[in-house]
């Protein structure tokens, strides 16, 4: 029998050495070293050396004892070196919690050179975690010399625990109001010491949830596990509703777990079922669409923006959902590019008692010589699976080649149609001939104040106004109104909603208010208020003065000496017959003097400018403005910093350049640019189309 000896590197200490039968057979005055997995030493549990003084026999083995309570991926690993070429080999076998011993694969034979041979031996998960392993080493066949093991390396990797997430009550409906809740439990591995994990909801699948189904923010939050707590539970809030929609699915994800955890599932997934029903017990609302800025010019830079209106009726109080998308049509449909890359679409809602929404996109201008271009707007309910209406615009070219006319473009505003007439409604007010005021019911009403001079207020439902003779107020308040002034000198103000105003005979005061008004004039010198929304307004005849207002107004003088201001938005203003006078101001505004001798400021941003028949003026004023000053002497008023500006349609001899603001003749360049010619002077650039440089003197232009 051998003399064996193991040293441990870790503790310092001489193991003791067991024969088969257990017995002690050297350095028996030391116990068992049952070695633990050191926590700050890379996961190793021990490094020893071993060696016989004398051959082995059958009943001899090195043993090696260790505690792998916390750790996985065992490896045992050593390096051994014999001298003799006896025919040696050797087998590693392993116990688990005092056991029976396994071996691990057959018995190997070494080569005997006298030479260090490394072994590696690794146990799947059969090691794992495991408190009493024990190892041994035998050798066999030996006959003399000795054999010497040294490096012996029991290692593993920290034993991570691991957190799972799972839905516990998570698919229910989200009810009609308050709030619902739907749970999901967290579980964990290792209890041994506490720890605490993130959790985080987000939106997922087809129909994904938003903040609005939790109350206006996503949940998210961190669980807290003591020591020994097992599992927790997470309860997210959905909002109940009576919105007709899909079931919503949503996703929570768990992150930045304490202790490092494994997340094992990370994420569970949840579903808000849909409970309602259409409103009415299956009436369906009836939608309709309807835009006053359908076909504009798209402009050069920037976006313009196309807007229309969603209206409700019938069935109006429960909760609706439409959507809406937008795609080419005709001849020549617009594309992705024509919206800044993507065709736009989105999801109105209806709250209980709503009628109206307003959707708006942008169409991105540019420089490009094109075909009008066409698109369709189709509003539908998917999770109903239903078609309800659709509208179509039109992008208008307004850009144009070099050549003395070719490509020039032509400018006019969208054609008014006819103005609506009065609404159905459920009940009629008279007045006499006094001075009444009549106010409306609740209910869709008709008001007439006969003569006197009458004050007519509408309320909240959709009303018809009529002042008939008489100096009267009307007033449309909420809802989509129909307002009439009649004779005399009236003030008609439309208030909230979509409302057709008309003056009627005589010099009136009319406002739209708030809305995307049709307004009309009529006969007399009236003075006409857009307001706040994308109106329609038509002066007729006598000299009006007509103010667009906010947001993209279209309007025309028409018969009498007019004045149209643009104010805010991109506007399209039509003076009419007789000489007008127009000021885009802010915004990129297409002018038309039409008829007579007219006076146009395109004001700021990107204008065209269009003088129609007559003498005309035109000043683009500040922006790349594009002006054409059709039949008739007509004059460009220019001064330095006015932009970049191009007149289309320059007649030598019968049209001048006129010049303000300090600027003179010797100050300004004039330059041949390929067919056309380019007057420059200090942030001012002016192109005549078609026309050679060789014609222009000092004789076409004038001090203004």
């Not at 080999?89 to 070494?110: D, R």
């Not at 308050?178 to 290792?190: E, H």
């Not at 307003?358 to 998917?382: G, K, R």
Request: overall charge negative; aromatic content about 8%.
């Amino acid at each position: 029998m051998a003399n064996l000896t193991i040293w441990d590197f870790e503790s310092g200490n001489i193991i003791p050495i067991f024969d088969v039968n257990g017995g002690a057979i050297a350095n028996t005055g030391l116990g068992i070293n049952n070695v633990a997995f050191p926590s700050d030493n890379g996961g190793q549990v021990w490094r020893a050396k071993a060696w016989s003084t004398g051959a082995f026999d059958a009943n001899d083995y090195f043993e090696f004892k260790a505690d792998l309570t916390g750790h996985q991926n065992i490896t045992f690993d050593f390096e051994e070196r014999q001298q003799n070429a006896d025919g040696i080999t050797f087998e590693l076998q392993y116990s688990v919690g005092g056991g029976a011993f396994t071996p691990v694969g057959a018995a190997i034979t070494p080569t005997a050179d006298g030479q260090w041979h490394a072994h590696n031996f690794t146990f799947g998960a059969a090691l794992d975690n495991q408190a009493n392993v024990a190892f041994r080493l035998f050798g066999y066949n030996f006959g003399t010399g000795n054999w010497k093991v040294d490096n012996v390396t029991i290692a593993g990797n920290l034993l991570t625990s691991s957190m799972a997430i799972a839905p516990t009550a998570a698919g229910g409906p989200e009810g009609n109001a308050g709030n619902t809740p739907y749970t999901f439990t967290i579980a964990r591995t290792d209890t041994t010491t506490a720890s605490s994990v993130d959790w985080t909801v987000a939106g997922t699948g087809a129909n994904p949830v938003d903040a609005a189904d939790f109350g206006g923010a996503l949940p998210f939050g961190t669980v807290n596990f003591a020591i020994g707590q097992a599992s927790q539970v997470v309860t997210v809030n959905a909002s109940g509703d009576a919105t007709i929609e899909p079931n919503e699915d949503f996703n929570v994800t768990l992150s930045a777990p304490a202790n490092g955890e494994n997340l094992a599932a990370a994420v569970a997934m949840g579903t808000i079922q849909n409970d309602d029903t259409t409103p009415g017990g299956g009436t369906t609302p009836t939608i309709a669409l309807s835009s006053a800025s359908a076909t504009q010019m798209e402009g050069d830079t920037g976006t313009t923006p196309y807007s229309f209106t969603i209206t409700r009726s019938g069935s109006t109080t429960g909760t609706t959902n439409v959507d809406w998308t937008v795609a080419g049509s005709g001849t020549n449909p617009a594309d992705a590019a024509d919206f800044g890359g993507t065709l736009p679409g989105g999801t109105v809602s209806f709250a209980p008692g709503e009628t109206n929404k307003v959707i708006t996109f942008n169409v991105s201008s540019d420089t490009t010589v094109e075909a009008d271009e066409d698109f369709t707007v189709t509003l539908s309910d998917s999770s109903l699976g239903t078609v309800y209406t659709s509208g179509t615009g039109t992008i208008q070219n307004d850009d144009s080649t070099s050549g003395g006319g070719s490509g020039t473009p032509t400018h006019s505003c969208p054609t008014f149609g006819v103005f609506p007439g009065p609404a159905t409604t459920i009940e009629t007010l008279f007045g006499d001939n006094t001075n009444n005021t009549i106010v409306s019911s609740a209910n869709a009403s008709t008001a007439l104040g006969l003569n006197g001079n009458d004050t007519l207020f509408g309320l909240g439902g959709t009303d018809n106004l009529f002042g008939n003779r008489g100096q009267d107020i009307l007033y449309g308040n909420i809802n989509d109104d129909y307002l009439d002034g009649g004779q005399d000198e009236d003030w008609v103000l439309g208030g909230k909603g979509n409302d057709v105003i008309r003056g009627g005979f005589d010099d009136d005061t009319l406002a739209g208010q708030i809305g995307n008004d049709r307004i009309e004039g009529n006969e007399g010198n009236d003075v006409i208020f857009g307001n706040v929304g994308f109106d329609s307004i038509h002066g007729n005849t006598g000299n009006d003065s007509i103010y667009a207002g906010q947001d993209d107004d279209v309007a025309k003088g028409n018969a009498g000496r007019d004045t149209l201001i643009g104010d805010l938005g991109n506007d399209c203003l039509d003076g009419g017959a007789d000489a007008d006078l127009l000021f885009g101001n802010n915004g990129n505004d297409c002018l038309l003097g039409d008829s007579g001798n007219d006076l146009l400021y395109g004001g700021r941003d990107d204008d065209s400018l269009t003088g129609g028949l007559g003498n005309d003026i035109l000043k683009g004023d500040i922006g790349n403005d594009l002006l054409t000053g059709s039949t008739g002497g007509d004059r460009f008023d220019f001064r330095t910093g006015d932009g970049n500006d191009i007149i289309t349609d320059f007649q030598d001899g019968a049209d001048i350049i006129g010049l303000s603001g300090g600027l003179t003749f010797a100050a300004v360049s004039i330059t041949q640019v390929g067919v056309d010619t380019q007057l420059s002077a200090s942030g001012l650039s002016v192109t005549l189309q078609g026309i050679n440089a060789s014609t222009i003197s000092s004789a076409d232009f004038a001090l203004v």
